[in-house]
């Protein structure tokens, strides 16, 4: 699959990360109109949740340097056994946020912040244990190879036969 992009030019990410905070940020004030639904805070989650995508696609864009692709495949990572620590790090803090806005924080954020964290959190603790199941644990290449650029070739070829 070609990308649709040449290698020596990065994607433009900047724009989605200004209108992506700025939807997101307006979840805080009452100014949006209460659409076809006639709820006014309705209508500023749906909006604060397209600024969360937006803001997906501008950290994937920085991150791997693509365009046109959303999900962050194993043959895209690069140093599998470094950054893997990372994300499962990254996802408990964002579940131990998640209980934090949720108790603590409660009378300062929007009511579904907790539930939008943990929710997140839980992805990304997801989607680790996935790429150490494949990668390092029991679902890994017999081989003892570790490369993700060889998982991913040899699930290619399976599915070319």
């Known amino acids: ?13 900047r724009y989605f990360l200004g209108i992506g905070c700025i939807l997101v940020a307006q979840a805080w004030f009452d100014f949006t109109p209460s659409g076809p639904w006639e ?8 909006l604060a949740l397209i600024g969360l995508g937006l803001i997906y696609l501008s ?3 920085l991150t791997f340097g693509l365009k046109g692709r959303v ?3 194993i043959d895209l990572w690069k140093n599998p056994d470094s950054s893997l620590p990372l994300l499962a790090i990254t996802g408990a803090a964002l579940v131990a946020s998640a209980w934090l806005a949720g ?4 009378e300062y954020l929007p009511g579904p912040t907790g539930l939008l964290l943990n929710l997140f959190g ?6 680790s244990l996935y790429v150490w199941l494949v990668l390092f644990g029991p679902l890994a290449d017999p081989d003892g190879d570790s490369n993700p650029e060889s998982q991913v070739q ?7 036969e």
């Open 39 to 46: 709820s006014r805070s309705f209508s500023r989650g749906v």
């Open 103 to 106: 108790n603590v924080l409660s």
């Open 154 to 160: 040899t699930v290619n070829d399976s599915e070319s």
């Open 71 to 73: 999900i962050p495949t």
């Open 59 to 61: 950290w994937f864009r």
């Open 122 to 127: 839980l992805l990304i603790l997801l989607q």
């Open 1 to 13: 699959m070609a990308d649709s992009q040449s290698e020596s030019e990065d994607p433009e990410w």
